[in-house]
């Protein structure tokens, strides 16, 4: 029997005394015998294989065979025996692959036996320009003229003073008391007044077209913001319109004409009911009107301005005029009261406020009549007929009686509260002199259906509760601090009025602060003054009356008015309906601005217009909506929802100028400079604190709305640059963010993937492999960082042009592929450098890409050039130094798109070394993706000899339970197994055609060196030599036909591999070492020494001399390794969705880098998708919370 013998030596003779490389007593297993073919066989000692896991010996391996000193080191190539390493661990012949870094990379059995002491560390704008020029040329014909009074201040005091002043605040007052109704009003011309501050400065930080607040928020908090808010804007100046109309036809139902109502009740129950049905007819009908007005002209509407603003002015002086008449002549408005409940002047149809009345009489009066009686002045027995004519008194029930008793007869029963209590008046209006206001100072809140009472009136204790058939006054809505704030608010709304006006100024800039803050403060002292002065004039029940029923359905204010209650009825009539024309006119405006910045896909068409440019489609659009203000009939709620508009509004603007203030942008330069960031961040807080007290839900869904908007134009609007704060902001945000994660790396449980994804282009600039975008894609969801990187070969000055055309390909592959990340295209001489200057320059502080994810480099194997799979090694390296994880998906192509599902089958993991935990935390974020998320996972792991395989398992399955991932366990033994005739051959193909390419590259440059590479000479070397490569890739065919070895040489294998290069060499222990080495493994001194010597190296004798070359032992053992651990793969996952897989590290030597792509494919072979791991020296998961 032919045997080859290999034989190992300690490194040490103290390790193992008295033993030689030649006994036989090496090993207990020294016997083993590997059958190559029916005959063959080689005779193997190897002690060291079976080593691995404490068996007790602490030789370490060596490739390379020695006889002789036992104390001489030798080199290898995948092996640094520079330092003796006694760790157990290294040495097994089935983990061969992964030996060189197991000092990093500890086995799995190893790292499940330490389980319980498992800890982890912390490880280590030109759209913009374009619409100022066409404005500019648009308005060249007509100059600006307006000055602050009239173009400023007017405007804005007849947007704020409106339907609220005339119609409700006596009624705040009357609930809220004095005190609270000056914290109400104070709070909100605050709210105002600081925001009107921001406003100016941003008003007056360059020129503000038409639009706007709409116009300042988008160009100050960019295109989401701006269009968020400038909708909710819109809406809210759209159901101010609404709430106009309203406020309108409640005047002209209640005050002016009652009997034009449509709708009347029988019942005083559907009272409320058909008075909402008239103000929805009626209000609906006054849209209509304003709306055609305005689509017939705006000219019309403006002409009417001045008329309303006059109203306005008239109104409120005739109130100022009447409180100080009524300190010395009081207005006569009596108001009956029975006890102390109000009484409904309505119901008082004989103006008798009492029970009875006595009623001279003149003729003889029946005494069977019981409704009154006959009282004689004389008489003191009792009344006795007498037919003279003297006048007596008799007394008649009121219809005050016949309200609350069954009859009108004396003797009827009444209601009980009737009954003990009496009927008095007082006087409506006691007058400023009168020091009512002491009773008017504190809060009194009804709830619905309480009757209005005086507290100082006396009345009986019993008071049962009253019936809505008695002629009370009642509350129609409970009332609280929270629900006056919401009502009361939309009345100092409308300081953008002269913000809006900008373009028709002749100083913008000087009068838009002006004139705005000048009419808040005119109308905040009208208000704050008109809060006193009802208290200190009006009657408490009266103030709390909203409709005026006490004072017989007078409009209350209007009953301090002088000379008469009809100047406030009118005034007020006609100021409602210009301000809700002006919101008719300004609303499809705004909208129409929104629409032309074309941030918003689907407004797009209520840009468009009449010819002239009035915004049709927007004022059809504005009347729908303000419509449905309409139907819900009352003002009361309406005022609320306009309430939220307006605040979100405002709150954005001090936002705007908080952040413009505080990021310090180089165009902040404002020409009002009486602002400061803590007075706009106390404007906005106020806002958002007035959104939550007037009404939580309503401000939840004012926000919903808004963020929905935001997010739309997120995703789907046009993008716009207009140098807004929110980019400063993100910036500010960034260089904070970054500056903070420099403190340290992150720990543990806040790691991600930060990928940094290598693309390689061809010749026409398109992606070679996009399906590993897609992969990078469904690892990420969108999540961390994501660097697209690419590299052109060249000059960076002549290629400048090239790589901008990469960067776009890139982003447009990103965009499809939809990933959120950044593009970074390299110009480099050699791609090599390229790559690895992009892995060493890629993000910023702490935003760095801690994983590489790059392709397998496909046909390197027919390639004759090296430098794909060359690079490809260099950038494992690369990552290996700058502890990067790497990721390698072998046959992407094969991997599922995102419209691709998988809809069943298994991750495959084949958890080899533990190297941090990259294997178990990639498949549950691939999990995370809908591709993946049907498939199952299950956990592989390899177990030795020595390895016990069922503690293997408990173990992984309580790690797996640790760590919260749900998936299948299963531990593979692998036996000892001798090196099979498949293993050995492909090693000796895989060495021998790594010389074959050596030679072929050298005979090249040395062609080249000659300068005659076209010449006939070098044509049949080339020739020859490229057929000897076809030959090496037919190596399968050549071994059949060709004896592997002979009895001889494999007696005197060992001898020659020691003897034929120490004599070349002259002996020597470190020369004998090298050239042992060099006898092995193919390199450029042995090539030339080869080349000097063998001169016909090109005839196929030469080749069939270099194919009698022996394979190198620790190639054998690798590849060992590959086979066998490739059979249990393919066996296990042949079937599954992805297998991941440990990837073994490049050798440390680069001499054997072919080698190692050829471990690598064989170790792949058979599996349709494979991810190569390898993680980056630091834990990626914990079990820790």
């Known amino acids: 029997m032919a045997s080859v013998r290999f034989t190992v030596t300690p490194t040490k003779a103290e390790d193992l005394p008295g033993l030689s490389d030649t006994s036989p007593d090496i090993s207990s297993r020294s016997g083993a015998r590997v059958r190559f073919g029916s005959r063959e066989s080689v005779n193997r000692s190897d002690p060291l294989s079976d080593a691995s896991g404490g068996a007790g010996t602490e030789t370490p391996d060596h490739s390379s065979v020695e006889q002789g000193d036992g104390n001489s080191k030798i080199s290898s190539v995948y092996i640094n025996n520079s330092h003796c390493l006694d760790d157990d661990d290294f040495y097994d012949k089935?983990?061969?692959?992964?030996?060189?870094?197991?000092?990093?990379?500890?086995?799995?059995?190893?790292?499940?036996?330490?389980?319980?002491?498992?800890?982890?560390?912390?490880?280590?704008?030109?759209?913009h320009e374009e619409a100022e020029s066409i404005g500019e040329k648009k308005k060249a014909g007509k100059s600006p003229h307006m000055g602050t009074f009239m173009g400023v201040y007017l405007p804005c005091l007849q947007n704020i003073f409106g339907v609220i002043l005339f119609l409700r605040l006596t009624w705040v007052v009357g609930n809220a008391g004095v005190l609270q109704a000056l914290c109400i009003v104070f709070?909100?011309?605050?709210?105002?007044?600081?925001?009107?501050?921001?406003?100016?400065?941003?008003?007056?930080?360059?020129v503000v077209p038409a639009g706007g607040s709409y116009f300042m928020i988008s160009r100050s908090l960019g295109p989401e913001f701006g269009g968020a808010v400038g909708l909710c804007f819109y809406l809210g100046t759209t159901f101010a319109g609404a709430m106009y109309i309203l406020g309108a036809i409640e005047i002209l139902l209640m005050y002016m004409a009652p009997n034009a109502?449509?709708?009347?009740?029988?019942?005083?129950?559907?009272?409320?009911?058909?008075?909402?049905?008239?103000?929805?007819?009626?209000?609906?009908?006054?849209?209509?009107?304003?709306?055609?007005?305005?689509?017939?002209?705006?000219?019309?509407?403006?002409k009417l301005a001045s008329i309303f603003l006059a109203c306005v002015i008239v109104s409120i002086v005739s109130i100022y005029v009447g409180a100080l008449v009524s300190a010395f002549k009081p207005p006569q408005f009596p108001v009956c009261m029975l006890g102390n409940r109000t009484i409904n002047g309505h119901e008082i149809d004989d103006s008798q406020c009492a029970k009875t009345i006595l009623l001279p009489i003149h003729e003889p009066v029946e005494r069977d009549d019981f409704n009154f009686t006959t009282i004689s002045e004389n008489s003191t027995a009792g009344p006795t007929f007498d037919p003279s004519p003297a006048p007596s008194l008799v007394e008649k029930t009121t219809y005050l009686w016949k309200q609350f008793c069954q009859s009108p007869e004396l003797n009827s029963s009444c209601d009980q509260y009737f009954t003990s209590n009496n009927f008095s008046e007082i006087e409506g209006i006691p007058g400023l002199a009168s020091g009512i206001i002491s009773e008017n100072v504190w809060s009194s809140y009804l709830s619905k259906g309480d009757v209005v009472e005086k507290s100082s009136l006396s009345s009986s204790h019993l008071a049962p509760p009253a019936s809505t058939h008695q002629p009370y006054v009642f509350t129609d809505i409970a009332t609280s601090f929270t629900l006056l704030v919401g009502i009361f608010f939309p009345s100092v709304t409308g300081i953008m009025a002269g913000s809006n006006r900008s373009g028709d100024l002749k100083d913008a800039q000087r009068s838009i602060p002006i004139g705005t803050i000048l009419a808040i403060l005119t109308t905040s002292i009208v208000y704050l003054s008109s809060v006193v002065l009802f208290g200190a004039c009006i009657e408490g029940?009266?103030?709390?009356?909203?409709?005026?029923?006490?004072?017989?359905?007078?409009?209350?204010?209007?009953t301090l008015a002088w000379p008469s209650p009809w100047v406030i009825v009118i005034g007020s009539f006609f100021s409602t309906c210009g301000a809700g024309l002006q919101s008719l006119t300004g609303a499809p405006r705004l909208l129409q601005a929104i629409a032309k910045d074309n941030i918003i896909p689907f407004l797009r068409v209520f840009g468009h217009?009449?010819?002239?440019?009035?915004?049709?489609?927007?004022l059809l659009l504005t009347t729908l909506i303000a419509e449905l203000g309409i139907l819900i009939a009352s003002l009361d709620l309406v005022a609320p929802i306009l309430t939220m508009f307006f605040l979100m509004c405002y709150l954005f603007v001090n936002l705007a100028c908080a952040l413009q203030t505080l990021l310090r942008s180089p165009n902040w330069r404002p020409r009002f400079s009486y602002y400061h960031w803590t007075l706009s961040f106390l404007g906005m807080t106020i806002c958002l604190a007035l959104m939550f007290i007037s009404s939580w839900y309503y401000a939840i869904v004012a926000m919903v709305i808004a963020g929905m908007i935001y997010k739309y134009i997120e995703y789907h609007g046009a993008e716009k640059e207009w140098g807004d704060g929110i980019r400063g902001l993100s910036l500010s945000a960034?260089?904070?963010?970054?500056?903070?994660?420099?403190?340290?790396?992150?720990?543990t449980k806040n790691w991600r993937p930060q990928l940094l994804v290598l693309l390689k282009l061809d010749e026409d600039a398109h992606v070679k492999s996009p399906r590993l975008l897609t992969f990078a894609s469904q690892l990420k969801a969108g999540k961390g960082l994501t660097i697209v990187g690419t590299v052109v070969s060249g000059n960076f000055l002549q290629s400048y042009g090239e790589a901008l055309a990469a960067e776009q390909t890139l982003k447009h592959l990103m965009d499809k592929e939809r990933v959120k990340g950044f593009c970074q295209c390299i110009v480099a001489q050699k791609p090599r450098e390229g790559i690895s200057h992009m892995i060493q320059s890629s993000g910023l502080g702490g935003m760095r890409p801690n994983t590489v994810v790059m392709g397998w480099p496909h046909a390197w194997r027919q390639s004759e050039d090296p430098q794909s799979w060359k690079t490809f090694i260099n950038t494992v390296r690369v990552t290996t130094a700058g502890h990067l994880a790497l990721l390698v998906p072998k046959n992407i192509s094969l991997f599922p798109s995102n419209s691709e599902p998988c809809s069943e089958g298994y991750i495959d993991v084949w958890w080899i070394v533990h190297d941090g935990g990259m294997l178990m935390l990639l498949p549950f974020l691939l999990r995370q993706h809908k591709v993946w998320r049907k498939c199952g996972m299950r956990i592989f792991t390899v177990a030795q000899m020595e390895d016990n395989s069922i503690q293997m398992k408990k173990d992984l399955a309580t790690f797996l339970y640790h760590l919260r991932i749900e998936a299948e366990v299963e531990v593979v033994e692998m036996h000892d197994s001798d090196i099979s005739a498949y293993t050995y051959e492909r090693t000796l193909m895989m060495e021998q055609r790594s010389q074959m390419l050596r030679q072929m590259r050298l005979s090249k440059s040395d062609r080249d060196k000659e300068g005659n590479p076209g010449s006939s000479s070098s044509r049949p070397e080339g020739g020859a030599t490229r057929s000897q490569a076809q030959l090496v890739k037919d190596r399968n065919s050549m071994l059949r036909l060709t004896s592997i070895g002979s009895d001889d040489d494999d007696d005197t294998d060992g001898g020659e591999r020691d003897r034929g290069p120490s004599s070349s060499s002259g002996g020597g222990g470190g020369n004998s070492e090298h050239q042992r080495r060099v006898q092995m493994t193919w390199t450029k001194e042995k090539t030339s020494h080869y080349r000097a010597t063998h001169s016909g190296c090109s005839t196929p004798e030469g080749f069939r001399d270099m194919l009698s070359i022996r394979p190198d032992h620790s190639n054998v053992r690798r590849m060992h390794t590959a086979v066998k651990l490739n059979e249990v793969i393919v066996n296990k996952s042949h079937d599954a969705r992805l297998v991941l897989l440990?990837?073994?590290?490049?050798?440390?030597?680069?001499?054997?880098?072919?080698?190692?792509?050829?471990?690598?494919?064989?170790l792949t072979e058979g599996l349709e998708r494979v991810l190569l791991v390898r993680g980056g020296g630091s834990e990626v998961i914990t079990i820790y919370s």
């Open 609 to 618: 217009g009449k010819a002239n440019g009035e915004p049709t489609w927007a």
């Open 734 to 747: 960034a260089r904070f963010a970054l500056l903070r994660l420099e403190e340290g790396p992150p720990h």
């Open 94 to 127: 089935n983990l061969a692959l992964f030996e060189e870094e197991m000092d990093t990379r500890p086995k799995v059995s190893s790292l499940l036996s330490r389980l319980a002491n498992y800890t982890n560390l912390t490880q280590g704008a030109k759209e």
């Open 261 to 302: 109502a449509i709708f009347e009740s029988k019942s005083p129950e559907g009272e409320g009911a058909a008075m909402l049905n008239n103000m929805r007819v009626y209000g609906s009908i006054c849209l209509l009107l304003m709306s055609l007005l305005v689509f017939v002209g705006v000219k019309y509407v403006n």
């Open 187 to 206: 709070i909100c011309c605050c709210c105002t007044l600081l925001t009107a501050i921001s406003m100016s400065a941003i008003a007056t930080n360059g």
């Open 1142 to 1162: 440990n990837m073994p590290g490049p050798p440390r030597n680069s001499e054997g880098d072919e080698n190692y792509m050829e471990f690598l494919e064989v």
């Open 541 to 558: 029940v009266v103030l709390r009356d909203k409709f005026g029923d006490s004072v017989k359905g007078n409009l209350v204010v209007g």
